[in-house]
């Protein structure tokens, strides 16, 4: 069964603290690891990909994956106001079926 | 560049009405098309994908049917809207064989009233 858990939030940090976002899966198969910030009323929007385990970073954003645990982060550093949106998390498997979501964070970075 | 629109943003339909949400792809050929549904609380859950031409896949049972009739065109509708069809649906695509990284379009609310 697809399942992907995150913690909906709210979470609310001040200006500049860093940001940690997370995320657990259940099936082993899942080799594909995204992030998409989602602002109100607008569609995703692809932040970072990540294939297999291991870390990527991308200017103040960096993803990580464990697949021996089956979890998923986000590391937002030098957080800023702009950030303040929900944080999806999805995987992916084999084939062209479509992506499992998790039910995303509503992040709240406080001026 | 590959760009995906979407249209309308918001739309007020009386139950009972007929539904056509219209997606399309530009810059790449042969997506991999999706039509997934947000709501509150419960995360995107999948409508249905198609990887060409009229290959249609439904991920649940429905009042909603897809359509692909072209390359880069995806058509989402119903006959007859349901209270319950509210709703934020998006349209997304991908390339290649794997579920690797999608991308969305911005969305239609959808209010049956």
């Known amino acids: 069964q697809k399942e992907v858990e995150q913690d909906p939030g709210p979470l609310s940090v001040p200006e500049g603290a860093i940001v940690s976002l997370n995320c657990t899966y259940s099936?082993?198969?899942?080799?594909?690891f995204m992030w998409y910030r989602q602002y109100s009323r607008k569609g995703p929007e692809l932040l970072m990909y990540t294939y297999s385990s291991g870390n990527k970073e991308d200017g103040r954003f960096t993803a990580q994956v464990d697949k021996s645990s089956k979890y998923i982060s986000l590391f937002i550093r030098d957080s800023q106001p702009s950030d303040s949106a929900t944080y999806l998390c999805?995987?992916?498997?084999?084939?062209?079926?479509?992506?499992?979501f998790g039910k995303g964070t509503h992040l709240i970075i406080q001026p | 560049s590959q760009t995906i629109h979407q249209w309308p943003a918001t739309l007020v339909q009386p139950v009972g009405s007929p539904l056509s949400l219209e997606c399309t792809v530009e810059g790449t050929s042969n997506p991999n098309l999706y039509w997934y549904r947000q709501a509150a609380g419960r995360g995107l859950q999948l409508l249905f994908y198609?990887?060409?031409?009229?290959?249609i896949s439904s991920e649940v049972p429905q009042n909603l049917s897809a359509s692909r009739p072209q390359d880069r065109q995806f058509i989402l509708s119903s006959k007859k809207l349901l209270l319950s069809d509210s709703g934020f649906y998006l349209c997304?695509?991908?390339?290649?064989?794997?579920?690797?990284?999608?991308?969305f379009g911005q969305g239609t609310r959808l209010t049956v009233v």
């Open positions: 099936n082993s198969a899942f080799q594909y």
């Open positions: 997304a695509f991908n390339m290649g064989q794997q579920n690797t990284e999608a991308f």
């Open positions: 999805a995987v992916g498997g084999g084939g062209a079926d479509g992506l499992t």
């Open positions: 198609s990887v060409g031409i009229g290959q």
